[in-house]
Each structure stands twice: as C-alpha cells, then as structure tokens.
T-cell receptor, first 116, second 111 residues
Framework: GAGVSQSPSNKVTEKGKDVELRCDPI?????LYWYRQSLGQGLEFLIY????????KSGLPSDRFSAERTGGSVSTLTIQRTQQEDSAVYLC??????????????FGPGTRLTVL | GQQVMQIPQYQHVQEGEDFTTYCNSS?????IQWYKQRPGGHPVFLIQ?????EVKKQKRLTFQFGEAKKNSSLHITATQTTDVGTYFC???????????FGTGTSLTVIP
C-alpha cells in the first residue's frame, strides 16, 4: 500500500509570501503529526491531530503557522508571511493510534521549504 | 517543558567498532521509540520500548529502557557502513500524547 505522501517535495518562495504544504497520511491512520527539521538538526514538533479531537497546537512557533485536517485524512500546513528562518524540511507522519499505545510513526519524504 | 537530551551529537567509528547513543529525559516517560534517518532520507521507525528495564534486540542492535523510565540507550555491535545515519529517540511523557524527539546522534562509520 501507499505510504505517507507530501507535496510539493520542494518549495522556493519569497519572504512575505504564504505557502501551503500538503500531507496525505496512510489510509486508516487516525493520528497525524507535523514536524520541522532544520539542516543537521533534530525534529521539532509542530502540531498533532488525533481523530476528531481538537488538535494539539502547542508546538506551532508563531501565529503565522496553522494547520487543518479535513475529513480526518489529508492535512495542510499553512505558513503566512514566510520568513527566512522558516526555511527547513517539513515532515508529516501518521500512525494508527495515539502516542500512548504501541504504534510507530510513518514519515513522509518531507517538503523542503526555502524562503529567499 | 519536556526536554529530551541525546548524546553524543556526533560519533565517528571505525568499521567493526561498537557504538552507543544515549537518550535522557527530565521526566518519567510512558514509552520511547527509536528512529534512524539516513542522509537525505526521512526517519524510519526501529523499535518502541514500554516497560521499565526493558531490553530488546534486533540483530546487532540492542535497545534498553531504564528502570526509572527516564533514559534509554541504543547500542550497535560491530558497526557496518550500512549503519551510517542519524539515530533519534522519541519520547512520550506520562502526560500528553505527543512525541518529543531527541537531538539525534549522527553516526559515521569509517571503512
């Protein structure tokens, strides 16, 4: 079956523009995570969706960042008025259940965002 | 907030030598996962540890979860060039549902 897919794979934008990043999780996975990874760094948690529950937005770095998950499946991460420090690889992951039970996160290939 | 420290940040070993990376949390964990990320790739799940003092093995890899469930380690015996990559731990605290990733240990194996 298909894994987690993300689009676009690369995005180059100008400072101040808005961008939308898309994530298609594995079918049937109720949990979806967004992370940000800067060059040579670890994964920074951004937001977490679980089923129909309110998302955990505690990792979003500013109000320029927002995310939606429509119909419990596809998710879109939106960054408004992009800044150069937003440049990073944005990774999406999905899993069968919550982090408190046995499950693994399946990562997508990521979207490399470059803000000029 | 939750902090997950991972050491060392970098490790260079000669092929055939052993390698260990350590993950430490400031709070008690519900469980811990380990991931491997090859250069240019995305993280791939290796294992999850849940029980206090748990030890799991996968061929040359040995994973341990501390008795207090605050630390974990990954040990690779007789490294090979295919082991090259960055190893991350991902911890879930007793409260909350999100994962906190460690800073990762980048392993270089010199043939």
């Amino acid at each position: 079956g298909a894994g987690v897919s993300q689009s676009p794979s690369n995005k180059v934008t100008e400072k101040g523009k808005d961008v939308e990043l898309r994530c298609d999780p594995i079918s049937g996975h109720t949990a979806l995570y967004w992370y940000r990874q800067s060059l040579g760094q670890g994964l920074e948690f951004l937001i977490y969706f679980q089923g129909n529950s309110a998302p955990d937005k505690s990792g979003l770095p500013s109000d320029r960042f927002s995310a939606e998950r429509t119909g419990g499946s596809v998710s879109t991460l939106t960054i408004q008025r992009t800044q150069q420090e937003d440049s990073a690889v944005y990774l999406c992951a999905s899993s069968l259940a919550t982090a408190s039970s046995y499950n693994e996160q399946f990562f997508g290939p990521g979207t490399r965002l470059t803000v000029l | 907030g939750q902090q997950v420290m991972q050491i060392p940040q970098y490790q260079h070993v000669q092929e055939g030598e052993d390698f260990t990376t350590y993950c430490n949390s400031s709070t008690t964990l519900s469980n811990i996962q380990w991931y491997k990320q090859r250069p240019g790739g995305h993280p791939v799940f290796l294992i999850q540890l849940v029980k206090s003092g748990e030890v799991k093995k996968q061929k040359r890899l040995t994973f341990q979860f501390g008795e207090a469930k605050k630390n974990s380690s990954l040990h690779i015996t007789a490294t090979q060039t295919t082991d090259v990559g960055t190893y991350f731990c991902a911890a879930t605290p007793n409260t909350g549902n999100q994962f906190y990733f460690g800073t990762g240990t980048s392993l270089t194996v010199i043939p």
